[in-house]
T-cell receptor, first 115, second 109 residues
Framework: DTAVSQTPKYLVTQMGNDKSIKCEQN?????MYWYKQDSKKFLKIMFS???????INETVPNRFSPKSPDKAHLNLHINSLELGDSAVYFC??????????????FGEGSRLTVL | GNSVTQMEGPVTLSEEAFLTINCTYT??????LFWYVQYPGEGLQLLLK?????DKGSNKGFEATYRKETTSFHLEKGSVQVSDSAVYFC????????FGTGTRLQVFP
């Protein structure tokens, strides 16, 4: 069983559309994250949830809205897609937050291409 | 912001060459230190970690020693393979906000 799974793996869509990416972890972790990786491989956090509560919300346009229905799921909804949203989005989870000894577990990524 | 600094890539090596990718940290206290690897088309995965000073993490022939005196956690491998070509990220686990660009390693036959 995949520990952190996200769908879809590839997403090609037109500017202005709304799309969602789903993420699920079966590790029993308390904390989940969404990261964005650009074409230069720069990886930066967008959101983090701990036990369904938002704990990090970086400077991300409010077109991006995360939703955590339970602590095993963290979905990402994007409204009014723009060309600059094209990137690979990674979901991750960890048992604890900063300062812990636990590692991050990443999904395989969802490559979003906005035309 | 990012509290680790790692060398910029790309690092280009021939197969069987010795690899060092430098990483230094600035966090106070005694953070756990990690190296993650991202193979093409995949997400990051943990390569190795060390949780206290003088610990050595090792996996797949890679090693890194947690050195408090130099605040470093350099990644080394004695003989790289083409299959090691990937992007490597150093992390101190105190700040999950930014992983940066990592260091791209390209190994040629």
């Amino acid at each position: 069983d995949t520990a952190v799974s996200q769908t879809p793996k590839y997403l090609v869509t037109q500017m202005g559309n709304d799309k969602s990416i789903k993420c699920e972890q079966n590790l029993g972790h308390d904390t989940m994250y969404w990261y964005k990786q650009d074409s230069k491989k720069f990886l930066k956090i967008m959101f983090s949830y701990n036990n369904k509560e938002l704990i990090i919300n970086e400077t991300v346009p409010n077109r991006f809205s995360p939703k955590s229905p339970d602590k095993a799921h963290l979905n990402l909804h994007i409204n009014s897609l723009e060309l600059g949203d094209s990137a690979v989005y990674f979901c991750a989870s960890s048992q604890d937050w900063a300062g812990g000894t636990g590692e991050l577990f990443f999904g395989e990524g969802s490559r979003l291409t906005v035309l | 912001g990012n509290s680790v600094t790692q060398m910029e890539g790309p690092v280009t090596l021939s197969e069987e060459a010795f690899l060092t990718i430098n990483c230094t940290y600035t966090a106070t206290g005694y953070p756990s230190l990690f190296w993650y690897v991202q193979y093409p088309g995949e997400g990051l995965q943990l390569l190795l970690k060390a949780t206290k000073a003088d610990d050595k993490g090792s996996n797949k022939g890679f090693e890194a020693t947690y050195r408090k005196e130099t605040t470093s956690f350099h990644l080394e491998k004695g003989s790289v393979q083409v299959s090691d070509s990937a992007v490597y990220f150093c992390d101190d686990n105190t700040d999950k906000l930014i992983f940066g660009t990592g260091t791209r390693l390209q190994v040629f036959p």
